[in-house]
């Protein structure tokens, strides 16, 4: 099983759709969870960290459930720009806080 | 944020010849560095972790006499991928850490290896 799941996609929607992600990790010791944006043939951002009593940052709000390992990451009114790849990341501690992808969800929104 | 460069952006080599990659950290000062590698339409695979002044630490099916890393200052860090072959092509990508738990990500390096 892998460490980290997730649907790989592609989830075609268009502008203005609500959209939801799901995440699952196999690792009941890890310890912080993260929503990372890659764009094509880029690097990985940051997009929010994921907290237990779950967390908004404008049209993007993120869920942990811990009991069921999983976690996901909820988008309203898309946008064109918000196409890109969903990493669901995470911190499986140890001395080194070691971090774990997952392979990424692809989202495509169209006009 | 902080900002992590990596040079160079893109590489082409032929096969068995070395490759170095440079990350540095801009602004702050990276106690701990991470090489970690993406194929295509895979996730990233966390290859080494390297603490400035010590040995890196690597995962588990990564040769470390393949991938030389060395951790010398507190804003360098670099990979060498010795005698490449066309397998290890890819996309590599560092990160950093300072003091938060934060990793912040290089721009990435694309070795395409003949």
């Known amino acids: 099983r892998k460490e980290v799941e997730q649907d790989p996609g592609p989830f075609n929607v268009p502008e203005g759709a609500t959209v939801a992600f799901n995440c699952t990790y196999s690792n009941s010791a890890s310890q912080s ?17 994921v907290y237990s009593s779950g967390n908004e940052d404008g049209r993007f709000t993120a869920q942990l459930n811990r009991a069921s390992q999983y976690i996901s990451l909820l988008i309203r009114d898309s946008k064109l720009s918000d196409s890109a790849t969903y990493l669901c990341v995470v911190n499986i501690g140890g001395g080194f806080q070691k971090l774990v992808f997952g392979t990424g969800t692809r989202l495509l929104v169209s006009p | 944020g902080a900002v992590v460069s990596q040079h160079p952006s893109r590489v082409i080599c032929k096969s068995g ?7 540095r950290s801009l602004d702050f000062q990276a106690t701990t560095m991470f090489w970690y590698r993406q194929f295509p339409k895979q996730s990233l695979m966390l290859m080494a972790t390297s603490n400035e002044g010590s040995k890196a630490t690597y995962e588990q099916g ?9 951790h010398a200052s507190l804003t360098l860090s670099t990979l060498t991928v010795t ?3 066309p397998e290890d092509s890819s996309f590599y990508i ?6 938060t738990d934060t990793q912040y990500f290089g721009p990435g390096t694309r070795l395409t290896v003949l």
């Not at chain 2, 070395?18 to 990350?23: G, N, R, T, W």
């Not at chain 2, 560092?94 to 003091?99: D, K, P, V």
């Open chain 2, 17 to 23: 010849t070395s490759v170095k990659i440079e990350c």
């Open chain 2, 62 to 70: 990564v040769e470390k006499d393949k991938f030389l890393i060395n």
């Open chain 1, 33 to 49: 969870f993260f929503w990372y944006r890659q764009d094509c043939r880029k690097e990985p951002k940051l997009l929010m960290s």
């Open chain 2, 83 to 85: 005698s490449a072959h």
């Open chain 2, 94 to 99: 560092c990160s950093a850490r300072g003091s």
